[in-house]
């Protein structure tokens, strides 16, 4: 089915480790995001791209990086996890400014 | 800056009847997108509907509507005759249509009492 996928749905990760969080769309979509979605904050943008070789920061951009290789794929890396950065997390897409996004269905994030 | 204002945490509503659920929004551009979505408990976020700056009419999507009061700046969506599957999170939405940024509000959480 046509959507946006990402893996993994669940990952426990050390204080200090890094991993790549994947995320990818089959819709040709130029618009991607990623999303965290924490209890009582509703979700807040880490990083965007609208389209590929292109990306900007959001609203809680420290300690993630992204790229934006293929307009497929838009993976977002931890560089060192921290306690902190246990959330939700959303990668979406969409064709443009004037549509709503897609979302994958997340990923399970906890830090110990 | 955009921001979006859900005062809501929580509500309660009987089943089949109708339920409001308020946004506020914050743009100085004028051309914009307002978007509503819902997540159940099984988390994923589904859209419901869309309403754009410009419309002239109230956004409708079956058994939803979008309230849009534009000099008000709110955006407020309206269930009709509630069913228990609509228990849910519900979150309203803005992309300004100059900017790339799609910004949420902190969420309402809906449940439908039989």
């Known amino acids: 089915n046509a959507g946006v996928t990402q893996t993994p749905k669940f990952q426990v990760l050390k204080t200090g480790q890094s991993m790549t969080l994947q995320c990818a769309q089959d819709m040709n979509h130029e618009y991607m995001s990623w999303y965290r979605q924490d209890p009582g904050m509703g979700l807040r943008l880490i990083h965007y791209?609208?389209?590929?070789?292109?990306?900007d920061q959001g609203e809680v951009p420290n300690g993630y990086n992204v790229s934006r290789s293929t307009t497929e794929d838009f993976p977002l890396r931890l560089l060192s996890a921290a306690p902190s950065q246990t959330s939700v997390y959303f990668c979406a897409s969409r064709r443009d400014r004037g549509n709503g996004y897609t979302f994958g269905s997340g990923t399970r994030l906890t830090v110990v | 800056a955009q921001k979006i204002t859900q005062t809501q945490p929580g509500m309660f509503v009987q089943e089949k009847e109708a339920v409001t659920l308020d946004c506020t929004y914050d743009t100085s551009d004028p051309s914009y997108g307002l978007f509503w979505y819902k997540q159940p408990s099984s988390g994923e976020m589904i859209f419901l509907i869309y309403?754009?700056?410009?419309?002239?009419q109230n956004a409708t999507e079956g058994r939803y509507s979008l309230n849009f009061q534009k000099a008000r700046k709110s955006a407020n969506l309206v269930i009709s005759a509630s069913q228990l599957g609509d228990s849910a999170m519900y979150f309203c939405a803005m992309c300004s249509n100059t900017g790339n940024q799609f910004y949420f509000g902190t969420g309402t959480s809906l449940t439908v009492i039989p």
């Open positions: 791209s609208v389209g590929a070789g292109i990306t």
């Open positions: 309403q754009g700056s410009y419309d002239q």
